[in-house]
């Protein structure tokens, strides 16, 4: 639909007054806010020599947990798959050895692509087992995408590396601090 001239409205460019012509209340009012900024409280943390402090529950790089045993906790149930909003979880189930009486299947490769996660925390709340799990590990660096994308024994090595450190305790239940902070239902 062509306008008319009656849909265009003109508008003049504001007058300038001496002082504005002369931007002493433009350059007064920048300073302030030089000043301002100067004399506030520092919000920058100067990572990497300052480490940030990280909220319980921060969604980091993910883990698949171990069992008792120490095999992969992981069912290969799909769920976490299928949860997955970013569609970033590649899950290869495989009959389980006749010697794991408690299940049937076990993923014989696991893989998620940390580039196109979106950390959610939908597949840590999807899991059944809770065998998948978000830490507190961020500084996730890689040279390539190949190197972003997290087989089984990578994941795995991120759950021996944070429960030898410490940081992230293997969370069994929902709760506070559990799959995506949510509590059960009552």
């Given at each position: 639909m062509p306008l008319t001239e009656t849909d265009v409205r003109w508008v003049e460019a504001p007058k300038l007054g001496f002082w504005d012509q002369l931007y002493l209340p433009a350059m007064v009012d920048g300073l302030k806010t030089t000043l301002g900024h100067m004399f506030s409280k520092k919000i920058t943390e100067q990572y990497p020599e300052q480490e940030p402090t990280l909220p319980p529950n921060y969604r980091g790089v993910h883990r698949l947990n171990r069992d008792e045993a120490?095999?992969?906790?992981?069912?290969?149930c799909y769920m976490c798959a299928t949860a997955c909003p970013a569609h970033c979880i590649d899950?290869?189930?495989?009959?389980a050895p006749t010697e794991w009486k408690d299940r049937e299947k076990y993923p014989e490769t696991f893989v998620i692509d940390e580039l196109r996660c979106i950390y959610c925390g939908m597949c840590e709340e999807a899991c059944p087992v809770d065998a998948i799990e978000l830490t507190t590990l961020y500084d996730l660096t890689g040279a390539s995408r190949e190197q972003m994308v997290f087989d089984k024994e990578k994941l795995l090595s991120v759950f021996?590396?944070?429960?030898?450190a410490g940081t992230d305790p293997v969370r069994s239940r929902a709760g506070k601090l559990g799959a995506a902070s949510?509590?059960?239902p009552q």
């Open positions: 120490g095999r992969v906790k992981c069912v290969a899950i290869v189930a495989a009959p021996d590396q944070t429960t030898k949510e509590p059960p």
